[in-house]
């Protein structure tokens, strides 16, 4: 069964900083891991996948590596914005290739 | 693009009414769709998996005769919360993806279900 943790949980930090946002899994027979983002009362967006033949993928702001070996995946966030504030999500498929199991988030908040 | 609408956006209801729930892939054929469910402050939980022309496949512990899901077409998939509770006030989603092996999900906007 594949778990998927997130840390941290919460993150506040001022704008302009570079950030980092941790994802570990347990199960690291994955197809892909994907990072999604999620506004208040919202669903979800689609930030980066990263396929399991790869190392990261970039987005402008955005960077995720992935490290299979090690069942962790990155989210680097360069100069953020107040804009970048909202629940990451990451998350690694489980079982039949399919069916994703997600990370309990991580909740940024990115001040003034 | 992959656009997937889901409607309505939320849905204020007396306890014992069933609710549907829309799930369509607006720019392409959706082969599977997904069902996830969010309290507040949580992660997604999925629900149920769909295939088209199938009978959905329910994850442990969810009542397969409480929430009926269809997918008859390759564009639209329904949820259908049946005689519902207070308790099934939650967050609903669902996503959507192509035929094929590592296709990636692309999700809608959720529906807001309160059960009064």
């Known amino acids: 069964k594949q778990e998927v943790t997130q840390i941290p949980a919460a993150l506040s930090v001022p704008e302009g900083e570079n950030l980092v946002l941790n994802c570990s899994f347990t199960?690291?027979?994955?197809?892909?891991l994907q990072w999604f983002r999620q506004d208040p009362g919202k669903g979800l967006t689609s930030l980066l996948l990263?396929?399991?033949?790869?190392r990261e993928q970039t987005s402008g702001r955005l960077n995720a590596s992935l490290d299979k070996s090690s069942g962790r995946s990155t989210l680097y966030i360069a100069a953020s914005q107040p804009g970048d504030s909202a629940t990451y999500l990451c998350?690694?498929?489980?079982?039949?290739?399919?069916?994703?199991?997600f990370g309990t988030g991580t909740r940024l908040q990115v001040t003034l | 693009g992959a656009v997937v609408s889901q409607h309505p956006s939320r849905v204020i209801c007396k306890s014992g009414t069933s609710v549907k729930i829309e799930c369509r892939s607006l720019?392409?054929?959706?082969?599977?769709m997904f069902w996830y469910r969010q309290f507040p402050k949580q992660s997604l939980m999925l629900m149920a998996t769909?295939?088209?022309?199938?009978?959905?496949?329910?994850e442990q512990g969810v009542e397969k005769d409480k929430f009926l899901i269809n997918h008859a077409s390759l564009t639209l998939s329904t949820l259908t919360v049946t005689s519902a509770h207070p308790e099934d006030s939650s967050f609903y989603i669902c996503?959507?993806?192509?035929?094929?092996?590592?296709?990636?999900?692309?999700f809608g906007d959720g529906t807001r279900l309160s059960i009064l």
């Open positions: 996503s959507a993806s192509r035929q094929g092996s590592n296709q990636p999900q692309h």
């Open positions: 199960d690291s027979a994955i197809y892909n």
């Open positions: 990263i396929q399991s033949s790869q």
């Open positions: 998350a690694a498929p489980t079982g039949t290739a399919s069916k994703l199991t």
């Open positions: 720019d392409f054929q959706a082969t599977t």
């Open positions: 769909s295939n088209e022309g199938s009978k959905a496949t329910y």
